[in-house]
């Protein structure tokens, strides 16, 4: 069965680092998405990326936060300048049309920021 | 804002006891209402969903029941298995001219014992 898949699994980063955390969503999907869940807190959508532009985000997702989809199969999200309040587990998710039901997550990259 | 809350875990519990996760909304529409589940390593995965009131939703012999009245969701099954020792997420997501993306509560770990 297809998946999303997520690498790194665990990244570990300095403060004022830049880190680019990269997915590969499911090969016929058309929306993607990222979403953070910081340890013992919910899991907060960051933004969904449609038609090669962002179609929505939340407040979360600042001028830190970029998305991209350089080729035909990764979808990245980068952080400019980590901060300690960075450190969260980050899931990616694709869909093939928009509906919530809809959605595939991958594993999932723990952040780390020291 | 709309919100979900569920009970905090680990819930821990023996093999084939029952189980309920007690999930609860505040939403300003009207939702549809999911609960996914995360194994050890694996990404989120959509467990059931229901889309209007007093809809029931089943999956793998779990189910949960959309109540409007007491604004609830609560996950059950009859008799747990070890494999079913996961992080059960809720859902809600508010359906069509709604933005599809879902807001989740906190997740609750389930432990079962053999």
């Known amino acids: 069965e297809p998946e999303v898949t997520q690498t790194p699994s665990h990244q570990v980063t300095q403060m004022g680092q830049e880190v680019i955390l990269r997915c590969v969503p499911i090969?016929?999907?058309?929306?993607f998405y990222w979403y953070r869940q910081i340890l013992g807190q919910k899991v907060e959508f960051l933004v969904s990326?449609?038609?090669?532009?962002?179609?929505?985000k939340s407040e979360i997702f600042d001028d830190q936060f970029s998305v991209e989809r350089p080729d035909g199969s990764n979808f990245t999200l980068k952080i400019r300048s980590t901060k300690l309040e960075d450190s969260a587990m980050y899931f990616c998710a694709s869909s093939p049309r928009q509906g919530a039901y809809e959605q595939y997550f991958g594993p999932g990259t723990r952040l780390t920021v020291t | 804002g709309d919100s979900v809350t569920q009970m905090e875990g680990p819930v821990t519990l023996s093999e084939e006891a029952f189980l309920t996760i007690n999930c609860t909304y505040t939403a300003t529409g009207y939702p549809s209402l999911f609960w996914y589940v995360q194994y050890p390593g694996e990404g989120l995965q959509l467990l059931l969903k229901?889309?209007?009131?007093?809809d029931k939703g089943s999956n793998k012999g779990f189910e949960a029941t959309y109540r409007k009245e007491t604004t609830s969701f609560h996950l059950e099954k009859g008799s747990v298995q070890v494999s079913d020792s996961a992080v059960y997420f809720c859902a809600l997501a508010l359906g069509s001219g709604g933005s599809y993306i879902p807001t989740f509560g906190r997740g609750t770990s389930l432990i079962v014992h053999p």
């Open positions: 090969s016929n999907h058309l929306y």
């Open positions: 990326f449609y038609n090669n532009e962002i179609s929505e």
């Open positions: 229901a889309t209007k009131a007093d």
